[in-house]
């Protein structure tokens, strides 16, 4: 039994009280002897309570169904182009359900430590000791502590960071190898920097293999592992250099007397997930930085080198060029030190923290992959299906070569208002959700694919709007995991909202909306679950992503204005949301990552790290001219010492608005939107306007006998924005049923939303001239 004092209603506005957690159409008050046993309880309770209401609902309709069958054999159902309330309602409370009972299913994360377990780093310096880097050594010494120090603040003083030094001559040289195993201990490193000297070496290279040789067999422990390589000469061996034979003392591969080669030394580099870094000095080292470059590319690394590299030019065969995406989630550096090694402590900063970005991005990804495989690089060749490069044709008539009837969800994200935002953040139940119907024609073979979805094109029966429909590769994929990630980007969409109100939209900061829908194909049996949203055209780029990665390659305004964003959503939501992983082309967005301070919340997301997400933001994020134009308050210091200040004043939303096609939802100013005559209510962009009128139809009327033949004029395309088959009847036949529906004849309600009659359309000429027989 659920106590009744445990509740209380909703404030006048509908928005939750501050002090309340929201479950389900309750709310259960917060106190400070409330334990957690208590609320797990309360929550089973309503849980239960919800799941006889929807079997009780569910008998109800059946029932009510049985009887509309035997009304329907005397008349057509209610508005037979839009689901009856009935339908409408069982469908909601069915997917309420589903995601219910997913969340209560869906096995309990716990990200306390992730933040640390991922940033704590094992860094080794590798240092060619001989006669020339006197300078560099020095320098070593001076900034070791500052290095370190440097390091565990970019982590927010909870990262540990462990330090190692292999210091090698050359093979003449006694001793030739020196070295300091992992420790956490500055002093102790500093003690040993300064018994190395800076002397020896014969011919011009040295014993560069020696030295990685010993650097692998450190005690390497934290999963962020870095190399920092500071030289001036190659290694030994023809294929490291273009110094010539006469230079080398031991010219032939493996002839030096370790018998070591530089192609397995890198191999288990990679093998045993190291990231280096080489600090260049001068151009004897590129052809080795170069042949660690195509190792490290081949298993998809992250890869940098310089423009000055004598090998820069060759690096554009391997992928989009010498910077590549971050996908296998290691890292392959060459940064300039040349003699300004006063930039050493910066350089050793970066490079730390990019390896750790990219630690966190394969570690990740891996963790929360069911198999705990890491796709595409550790997936069975045989299951990986066959994506084609060609461009779409999308008006090339049967290219889409599959036809699927879908039914399905998307949220109601063109309805807003003052505190539509306050009440999304809420609770999830005011994310609602618009019912919608819908067949596809889709290119049965995808053109991208990821870890878990793939990616194929798609185009709708009455519009020229382009889409992308997202398949899971697994069988097991929920549709209740789609709505949750459509709820996510529809409350990015409101943040966005007031973003760009904010900034008197100098920005337009959007997102596409999503819908997600099960279906069944005409060419595969059983039911799909797939997402579909807008096709999003142009250069793709990721601006930052879950685990504290930055795009720091670009500098436009997209880019400052997608890390503002990821701020203002943190502290417009006073610390319980985030929304990073922002990618897409220019400022209009997709697939984002919401953080949230609330472990309950989008609790079906694996990629969403709670507050150690919060961590993971705030080590990397640097405000710039548009956070301060927003006046954001919160900081990385304050955050971790929980004593964050928040902005109180935010925008009204009055000239904001969104476009009416619920697939499409574009972010528009008011005073751009486009308005049809005698449609109140409806708003549309510049892509979906010119379809209103396009599509128009004549239709003949289904009335039953003894009605007269007759037409009416509709909007193919305005149906469909709505989710809805075109109507089969005239508007005058549909409101006799509406009326005979109200009436109760047939013991249901009939569903309501504004519809264009054929008095509006039949002012357009249609745009085929013909009848359309439905």
Not at 9 to 21: M, N, Q, V
Not at 676 to 701: A, F, H, K, M, S
């Amino acid at each position: 039994m659920v106590p009744t004092s445990s509740f209380h209603t909703l404030s006048e506005d509908g928005a939750p009280t501050p002090e309340s957690d929201t479950l389900g159409s309750y709310q259960y008050v917060k106190s400070s002897t409330t334990t957690t046993r208590t609320r797990e309880r309360l929550r089973n309770a309503e849980d239960e309570l919800k799941r006889l209401r929807y079997n009780l609902e569910l008998q109800m309709a059946i029932a009510s169904d049985s009887r509309h069958h035997v009304e329907s054999l005397h008349y057509e159902r209610p508005l037979a182009f839009l689901p009856t309330m009935p339908d409408v309602d069982e469908r909601i409370r069915e997917l309420k359900f589903n995601e219910l009972q997913a969340k209560r299913e869906a096995p309990r994360r716990s990200n306390a430590g992730l933040f640390k377990a991922i940033c704590s780093t094992d860094l080794l310096f590798l240092i060619d000791t001989t006669g020339s880097m006197s300078p560099y050594i020095e320098a070593a010494k001076k900034q070791v502590r500052s290095i370190v120090n440097d390091i565990k603040a970019t982590f927010l003083d909870e990262a540990d960071v462990r330090m190692a030094i292999v210091g090698y001559k050359d093979h003449c040289d006694s001793p030739n190898i020196q070295f300091l195993d992992f420790t956490s201990s500055a002093d102790q490193v500093l003690s040993f920097l300064h018994i190395l000297r800076a002397t020896g070496g014969a011919d011009a290279p040295e014993d560069v293999l020696g030295g990685l040789h010993k650097a692998l067999n450190a005690n390497w422990k934290y999963k962020s592992k870095c190399i920092v390589h500071i030289a001036d000469a190659p290694p030994h061996g023809r294929t490291s250099h273009n110094l010539g034979d006469q230079a080398d003392n031991y010219p032939n591969p493996g002839s030096e007397p370790h018998g070591l080669q530089l192609a397995p030394l890198i191999d288990l580099m990679i093998q045993r997930q190291i990231n280096y870094s080489l600090l260049r000095i001068n151009h004897s080292t590129d052809l080795m930085a170069y042949k660690i470059f195509k190792a490290y590319a081949a298993a998809s690394a992250d890869c940098t080198l310089l423009p000055t590299n004598t090998y820069y030019d060759k690096t554009n065969s391997y992928s989009s060029g010498p910077k590549r995406s971050l996908r296998g989630g290691l890292l392959m550096h060459e940064a300039e030190l040349g003699a300004t090694y006063a930039a050493l402590r910066n350089l050793v900063v970066r490079t730390v923290t990019s390896a750790v970005t990219g630690t966190a991005a394969r570690y990740l990804s891996r963790a929360n992959k069911p198999d705990s495989k890491l796709a595409i690089i550790e997936e069975d060749e045989d299951s990986v299906p066959q994506v084609e490069d060609s461009s779409p044709q999308w008006n090339t008539p049967n290219w889409f070569d599959e036809t699927i009837s879908l039914n399905g969800f998307c949220p109601d994200v063109t309805v807003h208002g003052a505190h539509t935002l306050d009440n999304m953040m809420a609770h999830d139940d005011h994310i609602t959700m618009s019912v919608l119907d819908l067949t596809i024609h889709k290119r049965r073979q995808p053109f991208a694919q990821g870890g878990l979805r793939l990616a194929s094109y798609a185009r709708t029966a009455a519009s020229t709007n382009r889409y992308v429909v997202k398949s899971s590769k697994r069988d097991s994929s929920q549709l209740a995991e789609l709505v949750e990630g459509m709820r996510c980007q529809a409350l990015c969409k409101l943040f966005a909202l007031e973003f760009n109100a904010l900034l008197g939209n100098q920005h337009s900061i959007d997102f596409i909306v999503t819908a997600c829908f099960k279906g069944k194909s005409e060419e595969s049996p059983g039911d799909t679950c797939i997402s579909l949203e807008p096709f999003i055209e142009g250069n793709y780029v990721k601006y930052n992503n879950n685990a504290g990665y930055v795009n720091e390659d670009i500098t436009d305004e997209s880019n400052r204005a997608a890390q503002a964003f990821s701020h203002f959503t943190f502290e417009r939501s006073r610390g319980r949301f985030l929304v990073c992983d922002l990618q897409g082309v220019g400022e209009l967005l997709t697939d984002p990552v919401v953080h949230t301070s609330d472990p309950d919340r989008f609790l079906l997301s694996p990629t969403n790290f709670g507050e150690e997400g919060f961590k993971f933001f705030f080590a990397s994020h640097k405000c710039n001219d548009v956070c301060s134009q927003l006046g954001l308050m919160s900081t990385a210091s304050t955050f971790m010492s929980g004593t964050c200040v928040f902005k109180e004043s935010w925008p009204s939303l009055a000239e904001t608005v969104c476009c009416s096609n619920k697939l499409c939802g574009k972010i528009l100013h008011r005073a751009s939107g486009k308005i049809l005559g005698n449609l109140p209510g409806y708003i549309w962009c510049d892509l979906c306007w010119p379809q209103l009128e396009g599509t128009v139809v004549n239709i003949r009327c289904t009335a039953a006998a003894p009605t007269p033949y007759h037409e009416f004029a509709a909007s193919k395309f305005f149906y469909e924005s709505q989710g809805r088959a075109t109507p089969r009847r005239c508007f005058k036949h549909r409101e006799e049923v509406r009326a005979r529906a109200k009436a109760g004849k047939n013991g249901v309600a009939a569903a309501c939303i504004t519809v264009a009659d054929e008095k509006l359309w039949g002012t357009l000429k249609p745009a085929t001239g013909k009848s359309v027989d439905e």
